[in-house]
């Protein structure tokens, strides 16, 4: 295996042995080149343990790239490391008003940016961990199907106010017994691959017309 340095933004660089496993170079995607992207990778070190890396870099004036480097146990800790990774988190983008109270001239600019490099950082890593090695045993039994009858009447269609989708899951526990009880709140199934990770009381839908 070979000597692998990966710097870090704000910390010493991680020095290991180990060897790459995937990489994905988001500079240039659906058939064109962009200003901002993420590079991606992981590492398996000579351990058995894994490595995320994780950089943002941009060609746009008066932001400065920044990259992590994370050391995790297994192949399912890796793909957590990406999805519970912000894409937009280090992005300058469009200046906000001085004041609260001002009007915000580039707010739909502001939020097209963030959308598409939310879209593409997600089209990353569905390419990326790709692959049984990454991928987390679900125990469905903790998971309850979606209740049309909890819409009680409510004409307008359930939409995520996030980002949009249409598509969740109830939450569930065990109880002492040992059995599963669906709880009220509701999880969003982020089938738009953006990262969404929104939670909310199912008890709300009637006060809001279909939006918690």
């Not at 939310?118 to 090695?133: I, K, N």
């Not at 999880?187 to 709300?204: A, L, S």
Request: charged share 30%; glycine share 8%.
């Amino acid at each position: 295996m070979e000597t692998v340095k990966l710097t870090r933004s704000g910390d010493a660089p991680i020095v290991f042995a180990g060897e790459l496993l995937a990489e994905n170079d988001g500079s240039r995607q659906l058939g064109r080149d962009h200003n901002r992207w993420h590079e991606l990778a992981i590492y398996r070190t000579e351990a058995g343990r894994y490595v995320a890396r994780i950089e943002y870099c941009t060609q746009w004036q008066g932001e400065s790239g920044h990259a992590i480097a994370t050391v995790v146990q297994s192949g399912a800790d890796v793909a957590r490391v990406f999805r519970d990774y912000d894409p937009t988190s280090h992005v300058v983008g469009y200046p906000l008003p001085s004041h609260a109270d001002m009007p915000d001239p580039y707010a739909d600019r502001r939020d097209r940016l963030n959308r598409d490099l939310r879209s593409r950082y997600a089209e990353q890593l569905r390419e990326m961990l790709d692959s049984d090695l990454f991928a987390e045993a679900a125990d469905l039994s903790l998971y309850a199907p979606f209740d049309a009858e909890l819409l009680r009447g409510v004409t307008q269609p359930f939409v995520c106010p996030a980002c949009g989708g249409h598509h969740f899951g109830r939450d569930t526990r065990k109880n002492e017994s040992g059995e599963v009880e669906v709880l009220t709140t509701v999880r969003c199934h982020d089938e738009r691959k953006v990262g969404c990770k929104w939670c909310g009381e199912w008890t709300d839908v009637d006060e809001q017309q279909g939006t918690p």
